[in-house]
Every structure is written in C-alpha cells, then in structure tokens.
C-alpha cells in the first residue's frame, strides 16, 4: 500500500515523505516580494494593537509544500501565537494574495491571542482588588 501514496518517493529521484520537486509552487521574486509585503503588512497591524513588549515578527520560507508565511507574537509571558498562510498556485498570480480585510482580521486575531496567553499564564498570580 505504501508504494501507492505520492509520498511513497521514487528511488534514486524522491526520497520517502518528501513531494517531488515538479510537485511544489516555486515563487517569482515579484511573488515571493508580494507575499513577504503582505505578511509584513500583518506584523504592522499587529504592533498597532499590542504595547511594545510583545515581540511579533515574520517570514517566508519554502516548505515540502509549496511556500509558506507566518506571523508570530512572543507574549510577554506566556506562549508564542502565530498564524500561517500557505498560497495555491492560482493565489500566487493575484495582486494581492491576502487582502486587506483578511490582514486585518489576521491581525486582530493574533493580537486578542496574544493577550489571552497572558492573561492566562499571570491568573493565579493576581489577586482581586475587590469583590
């Protein structure tokens, strides 16, 4: 049954659970610029909801999948939140690949995220100041 699977690999050629190269998007350089602009745009619209001590920061790499883009918060305390887009190869021909009501929502998603993960790791520390 393995042999069967497009992960199976084919000797000499693919190895085993990786996709063959004529399998994955590559990117133009105008489209790799394209996409790393939008998920930059992401990373501004999140510094504009969260103060200065969440670290947020953003890349565009090439994965066993085609290209991949990710935002991520570093809380101050807490765990790291992030969010990942992989475009289609019809999405990489688009002007915009993520447009702009999809970035904001990205934005304020992972910026509501971040803040939870500190609410959630400094609960037990607080106590009320009234009841």
Not at 84 to 100: H, K, N, R, V
Request: glycine share 8%; net charge negative.
């Amino acid at each position: 049954m393995n042999g069967n699977t497009p992960y199976a690999g084919i000797p000499d050629v693919t190895q085993a659970g990786q996709r063959a190269s004529v399998d994955v998007d590559e990117l133009s350089p105008e489209q790799k610029r394209a996409l790393r602009n939008s998920v930059a745009d992401i990373a501004t619209l999140t510094r504009k909801y969260l103060p200065d001590e969440y670290v947020i920061g953003s890349q565009v790499t090439n994965g066993a999948t085609g290209p991949q883009a990710t935002v991520s918060v570093q809380p101050p305390v807490g765990h790291i939140v992030s969010a990942g887009f992989e475009p289609d190869g019809d999405e990489l021909d688009a002007d915009e690949l993520i447009d702009a009501d999809d970035r904001d929502e990205v934005a304020r998603g992972l910026a509501a995220s971040a803040v939870l993960q500190v609410k959630q790791a400094v609960e037990d520390q607080l106590t009320p100041t009234a009841r």
